[in-house]
Nanobody, 121 residues
């Protein structure tokens, strides 16, 4: 069982930065693939970034967002720079057993409660 708790969301102006963090319980964090997803009102949950043996980003955030993980502290972070209004949404971290990330939210086993990110124009 893994519990995930996100933090770091907030309101920021376009062009600004935010850093999201996700703290995971459990002693096997390093064996999980981790992903960040977001969901805007009226839209489906979409993949943002993933971390396993490698990292991957959605095209919409490539070059602006960076995912990183600390397997000692059991955390995964998402550094978000040059934010745009279209980045607004609830951001979720997710864990997938087996060590690999996936672009599909249905492949993840555990989810955090989400943290709101609002980017004003």
């Amino acid at each position: 069982q893994v519990q995930l708790v996100e933090s770091g969301g907030g309101l920021v102006q376009a062009g600004g930065s935010l850093r999201l963090s996700c703290a995971a319980s459990g002693r096997t964090f390093s064996t999980y693939g981790m992903g960040w997803f977001r969901q805007a009102p009226g839209k489906e949950r979409e993949f943002v970034a993933g971390s396993g043996a490698s990292t991957v980003y959605a095209d919409s955030v490539k070059g602006r967002f960076t995912i990183s993980r600390d397997n000692v502290k059991n955390t995964v972070s998402l550094q978000m720079n040059t934010l745009k209004p279209e980045d607004t949404g609830v951001y979720y971290c997710a864990a997938r057993a087996g060590g690999r990330y996936s672009l599909s939210p249905s492949r993840y086993d555990y989810w955090g409660q989400g943290t709101q990110v609002t980017v004003s124009s």
